[in-house]
C-alpha cells in the first residue's frame, strides 16, 4: 500500500500545489515510486507542472524521475463538469491504481468538495499549508476579535476531525490519531513580524487541543515560482539540469524543503536532495 500524503486546506492561495510540488520532487529523489492526483479538477497546477517537466526534459534531452499519474485522473476539464458520483467513482479507481507506488501525493482545491474529503479520509499524512495570517489561521481556528484569544477550533479543523473518525471506524485499534497532521507556515517573508509572533502562538495553543504538529514551511522566495515553467524544483537541479544559475536562494530553498521532509518523517529522502550540506556551502561560496 502507498503512503498516502494529502495536500489540504480549505483556503485559495496558500501554497498547496507548491508544496506538493516539491514533495513529490523531493521524494522521487529518493528512488522511489510516487503517484501523484491532482483533485483541483479547474486550475491543475500539479498536473500542469508534471506536463512541463515532461516538455522540458524531451526539449533538452535530460533525464529526471517521473512520477505514476493514474489514467482515471487526468482529464481534469472533463472530470470537473460530471455529476459527483462519476467524480468519487473515478477517484477510486485512480486511488487503487496508485497503490502500487510507494508515495502518493494527492494535490487538494481550495474548498469542501467530495473529492477533497475522500482524499482526507484516504490520508496517512495530511500537511496543510498556511500563510502567516489570521485570515488562513481563520479556517483553522476561531479567535476572539477584541483579545485575540482562542475561542474554538474552526472548519477545516473538523475535516480532519472527520477524516479521522472515518478511517477510525476501518481501522479501531489505530484510532484516532493515525492521521498524522502537519500545520505549516507558508511563503513567510525573510524577516520576522509581530503579526507572524500572533499567529504562530495561537497555533500552538490549537494544535495542543485538536492534534496537529507545527512544522517549517517554504519563504517566499522567487526561485519556487521561477522553475515552475520547467517543471523542475531545487530538488532536481544538478550539474546536467540547471536551467538558471545556482545563487544563495538557491541553496537556502534546497535546505528549507530537506526541513520540511525530515518534519514528515522522510528523513532519508531529505538527505538525498541535492549535492548535500558541504558541497551547499560550497556552492553557497561560489554564488557569493
Known amino acids: 500500500m502507498a503512503r498516502v500524503i494529502v495536500v489540504g486546506n480549505e ?8 508544496l ?18 491532482d483533485l483541483d479538477l479547474r486550475q491543475r497546477s500539479l498536473a500542469g507542472f508534471l506536463a512541463n517537466r515532461r516538455a522540458w526534459l524531451e526539449a533538452n534531452r ?36 496508485a497503490q502500487d507506488a510507494d508515495f502518493l501525493i494527492i494535490d487538494t482545491p481550495g474548498g469542501d468538495t467530495a473529492l477533497s474529503r475522500a482524499a482526507h479520509g484516504r490520508a496517512d499524512q ?22 485575540l484569544n482562542l475561542k474554538r477550533p474552526s472548519i477545516y479543523a473538523e475535516t480532519i476531525w472527520n477524516a479521522r473518525k472515518d478511517k477510525a471506524v476501518d481501522n479501531p485499534q489505530a484510532g484516532l490519531g493515525q492521521i498524522d497532521w502537519l500545520v505549516v507556515t507558508n511563503r513567510l517573508a525573510v524577516f520576522e513580524a509581530r503579526n507572524r509572533r500572533r499567529v504562530d502562538e495561537r497555533l500552538d495553543l490549537l494544535a495542543k487541543r485538536v492534534g496537529f504538529r507545527v512544522g517549517p514551511g517554504l519563504r ?27 545563487s544563495l536562494a538557491h541553496v537556502a ?19 538525498q536532495i541535492g549535492p548535500g550540506d558541504a558541497a551547499d556551502e560550497t556552492e553557497a561560496q561560489q554564488a557569493a
Do not use: C, W
Open 126 to 147: 495530511i500537511v496543510t499549508p498556511m500563510n502567516d495570517s489570521f485570515v488562513d489561521f481563520g479556517l483553522l481556528g476561531e479567535i476572539d476579535p477584541v483579545t
Open 11 to 18: 483556503k485559495g492561495g496558500a501554497g498547496k500545489s507548491t
Open 62 to 97: 535530460a533525464t529526471a524521475a517521473l512520477p505514476i499519474e493514474p489514467d482515471a485522473f487526468t482529464d481534469g476539464a472533463r472530470l470537473a463538469r460530471a455529476p459527483e458520483d462519476e467524480q468519487l467513482a473515478r477517484f477510486e479507481a485512480a486511488f487503487a491504481a
Open 20 to 37: 506538493a510540488i516539491h514533495l513529490l520532487a523531493g521524494l522521487m529523489q529518493t528512488g522511489h515510486s510516487v503517484a501523484v492526483m
Open 220 to 246: 517566499d522566495r522567487v526561485i519556487y515560482r521561477e522553475l515552475y515553467p520547467f517543471g523542475l524544483t531545487v530538488a532536481d537541479l544538478s550539474e546536467q539540469i540547471r536551467p538558471v544559475e545556482i
Open 253 to 271: 530553498a534546497r535546505q528549507e524543503l530537506r526541513s520540511l521532509m525530515q518534519a514528515l518523517g522522510l528523513d532519508a529522502a531529505a538527505a
